[in-house]
């Protein structure tokens, strides 16, 4: 399993893989020049400087992938944030200390799960004719915004989204990497429509 040091950057204002430069170290702190491997940018930590090794379960399509990462223990993890592991940007879903919490101090935390944000989300559908109710699954970048006001296509039929449900309630407009599940009804075909007969897989 892989491992590397994991700090805020000012400049991209979010946890993301450092390099370090130079190191000085006292009996009471250590100050360390680190170099952001996201934007490049070099900057000083002056700290008490104590990390933790905490396993993270990342998730890709129901297929997961463990890795270690080495954190500040004193960071402050909360789930919804994203956070940059070996290159990949993922979301944390579940946090572990000796339960499942919605926030904690590294220091506390046994186990991170997240699902990868830099792959294509997969979307489920479901629509209505009003006798059946059709599943359909597609893959969109994970900013793809899906609203009740577009008209979609797949194959044969078109559709207008009638509620997107997500973690936090429903909506009638969101990106989708926040989306848990579509639900829509079939509508008549028009000339201007979003096809997506091409996103779909099993």
Known sequence: MDEELLFECPICDDITPHEILKSQESKKHVKLTVKCLNCGYVHDIEKTLKLKDVKIIISRYGESEKKVSQLPVDEILKVGDVINIFGEDVE????????????????????????????????????NDRNTTYSVNILVPQDYVFDN?????????????????????????????????????????IRNYEDLTDNVVV
């Open 92 to 127: 944390i879903t579940s946090i572990e200390t000796t339960k499942r919490v919605m926030s904690s101090k590294v220091e506390d935390i046994q186990t991170i799960w997240a699902k990868s944000l830099n792959i294509p989300k997969k979307v489920g559908i479901s629509i």
């Open 149 to 189: 006001e577009t008209t979609y296509r797949v194959g044969r039929m078109f559709f207008k989204i009638k509620m997107i449900k997500t973690e936090k309630g429903t909506f009638k407009r969101e990106i989708a990497r926040k989306i848990k599940r579509i639900y829509a009804n079939t509508s008549r075909p």
